[in-house]
């Protein structure tokens, strides 16, 4: 096939471009210019620029033509100023959730299919399936390095054009694969941070937001203390309140209307057993009709919880778990999984 690689500059698309090489296919590299490196503070060799490059150093070793497209004012329009509007109402996005469906398998992916290829194929680590003509998002053969949390906003339309070499591999075998073809990026460390931001998203977020200091209270009403600007918390945080009280504290509610910080010193506070999700995606067009062995995940790094009911309500879902689970955190993603299958999901409201 004549497959495009979306490449970062990283050893994991890098991988993915030597391996279909590999195995026969035509391939082209593909990255796309995002944002403006300077305007975000970044150096010529960090960033975009430094991504732009490193894709083209492994297009060159592996003798393939690498294209760099240009989508910085559909990012800036879809993804950073969504980003911003949500802190700014008290919510915590996941820029990556959102980025995903709208831009790398949206206006870049669409781009990148007008360059005459059959399929586009990035270094994610999930399996890609097709049962009874629907394609299904499977958890990657290397858990650690599983990304299917992330994927839950994809379509049957976007899947049919998406190809997962990295599937069945681990991490360190990706690595062994970019050292054999002699990839100028295969000591190059995984990328942690939110990819437009240098730096803490602090510091992003002062820069485009009025933060107005206003009290840290207790659910009775009692006040302890001073936020420095309710953007910069998120349910559940503990570090970095700075108000001494003789138990640790946790943020419990963001009240904008307020703009008070409410805290508690009992975790238990923090527990909830249900949840609701907007903007639902289910993977395969429809909601499964049974709920047995479905589980959800509230945050990337929690474990899925079990779940007892999913109610309909309107074009919302009410979430009742079969147990407990803490710190539900508005604008995050809470995401269905039925055993390794990646169901869809939605943003916790």
Not at 221 to 242: A, S, W
Not at 290 to 314: D, L
Request: glycine share 8%.
């Amino acid at each position: 096939m004549k497959i495009a690689v979306a490449m970062s500059g990283g050893v994991d698309s890098s991988a993915t471009a030597a391996l279909l090489i590999d195995q026969g296919h035509e391939v082209i590299g593909t990255t796309m210019r995002h944002f403006d490196n300077e305007k975000y503070g970044f150096s010529e060799n960090e960033g975009i620029e430094l991504a732009v490059k490193d894709a083209e150093q492994v297009c060159k070793t592996l003798g393939i033509l690498h294209y760099v497209l240009d989508i910085r004012k559909d990012f800036y329009q879809i993804v950073e100023k969504k980003f911003i509007a949500e802190y700014k109402n008290g919510r915590t996005p996941n820029p990556c959730t959102h980025c995903n469906p709208t831009i790398k398998w949206g206006v870049f992916h669409k781009q990148v299919l007008e360059l005459g290829v059959e399929k586009v194929a990035t270094g994610h680590y999930v399996k890609l399936l097709e049962k009874a003509g629907l394609y299904q998002i499977h958890i990657a053969s290397d858990l650690k390095k599983d990304q299917s949390y992330y994927l839950w906003g994809l379509d049957q339309k976007q899947l049919a054009t998406t190809l997962f070499p990295l599937a069945q591999l681990q991490k360190s075998q990706v690595r062994e694969i970019a050292f054999k073809f002699k990839l100028p990026v295969h000591e190059k460390s995984d990328s942690q941070e939110i990819c437009f931001i240098k730096g803490h998203y602090e510091n992003y977020l002062k820069d485009h937001l009025i933060l107005k200091p206003g009290d840290i209270v207790l659910p009775n009403g009692t006040v302890i203390g001073r936020h420095r600007g309710l953007p910069l918390y998120t349910i559940g945080q503990r570090k970095g309140l700075n108000t001494p009280w003789q138990r640790p504290l946790y943020v419990l509610k963001i009240d904008i209307k307020t703009n008070q910080l409410i805290v508690t010193d009992n975790p238990d506070d923090l527990l909830n057993d249900e949840v609701i999700l907007e903007d639902i995606n289910w993977i395969a067009g429809t909601k499964p009709e049974s709920n047995k062995n479905i589980s959800i995940q509230i945050r990337y790094n929690s474990k899925p919880v079990p779940v007892k009911e999913i109610k309909q309500q309107g074009k919302q879902l009410k979430i009742i778990f079969e147990s407990e689970t803490r710190a539900m955190t508005p604008g995050q993603s809470g995401v269905f999984y039925q055993n390794n299958l990646l169901l869809g999901g939605g943003i916790i409201k």
